[in-house]
């Protein structure tokens, strides 16, 4: 008799498992659901508008604070850094055969100082992984100061450790010409605002 | 000498702080830059060239810091980058 009874409630329970299976799985999807779309709700609240740019105005500082006053007036002035090349350097004094134009978030650019000529283009980018979320893209002065010490450290190695392309490749020609021409005025307006009246 | 690294959405932040003078706060600054090089990243000292210029050193050990130098800043490791859009 109590094994009668004993294996019938094994099959009632199993019967109404098997019953209840389907609405408890939908409730679970369903529940979980839920759960993800109150933390997208809970990320986009928290999002600071004004993170990214208080941590451009700390990168600008960190900048400002590792290049020559000049270098950062021009990068100020211009939106841009010009680094002069180091692997063939001229005798003393002289500027360097060649030079880069440092953009944030953008290849370097390499080009010929005297003529203007564009040389290459050098797309190198410094992916931050270590976040499970968010951005891998650093502030834009730290992408530039990044560059710069990488350059100024190791040309040899950052060139070999960017794809390189020919110019006009990411970098409209125009642009990088237009650019050059602003830094002979501007570098023509700073010898002006040195030299005394 | 501090300990500095590059972070997206932040700028910079202090990893660790102290005098190479004192052993115990040594150990901590070359216990933090090994893990920053273990996590992949580079390690550059804001340094001044012969004629005065300013420059960077990238370095791979502690050791290889100099003894007077106020910081050492980490960063992302370069990696061939590339942009769809022409700019």
């Known amino acids: ?157 950052l060139v070999g450790e960017a794809n390189m392309h020919l110019p006009g490749r990411q970098v409209d020609p125009d642009r990088v010409r237009r650019d050059l021409l602003r830094l002979a005025a501007w570098e023509r307006a700073a010898v002006d605002n040195v030299r005394p009246a | 000498m501090k300990l500095l690294r590059m972070k997206p959405g932040h700028g910079e932040i202090v990893l660790a702080e102290g005098d190479v003078a004192v052993p115990e706060q040594e150990q901590e600054l070359i216990e933090a830059f090994r893990r920053e090089l273990d996590a992949g990243m580079w390690a550059a000292v804001p340094t001044r060239a012969a004629g005065g210029r300013r420059e960077a050193e990238l370095v791979k050990s502690f050791s290889d810091v100099p003894r007077d130098a106020e910081r050492v800043i980490f960063f992302p490791r370069a990696a061939g980058g590339s942009v769809s859009a022409t700019a």
């Open chain 1, 1 to 157: 008799m109590a094994l009668a009874l004993g294996t019938a409630a094994v099959v009632l329970t199993v019967l109404v498992w098997e019953l209840v299976r389907p609405s408890l799985k939908l409730a679970l999807a369903h529940h979980s659901e839920l759960w993800a779309a109150r933390q997208r709700r809970a990320a986009l609240h928290a999002y600071d508008p004004g993170r990214e740019r208080r941590a451009e105005r700390r990168a600008r500082a960190l900048l400002r604070s590792c290049i020559e006053e000049r270098d950062w007036a021009m990068y100020r002035d211009l939106g841009f850094l010009r680094v002069w090349g180091a692997l063939r350097e001229r005798p003393s004094g002289a500027a360097a055969a060649y030079a880069y134009l440092i953009y944030p978030h953008k290849p370097i650019v390499a080009y010929v100082h005297d003529t203007g000529e564009l040389l290459n283009e050098y797309c190198v980018a410094f992916p931050d992984r270590s976040e499970p979320y968010g951005s891998s893209r650093l502030p834009d002065s730290d992408d530039v100061l990044a560059k710069w010490m990488a350059l100024t450290a190791d040309e040899r190695g």
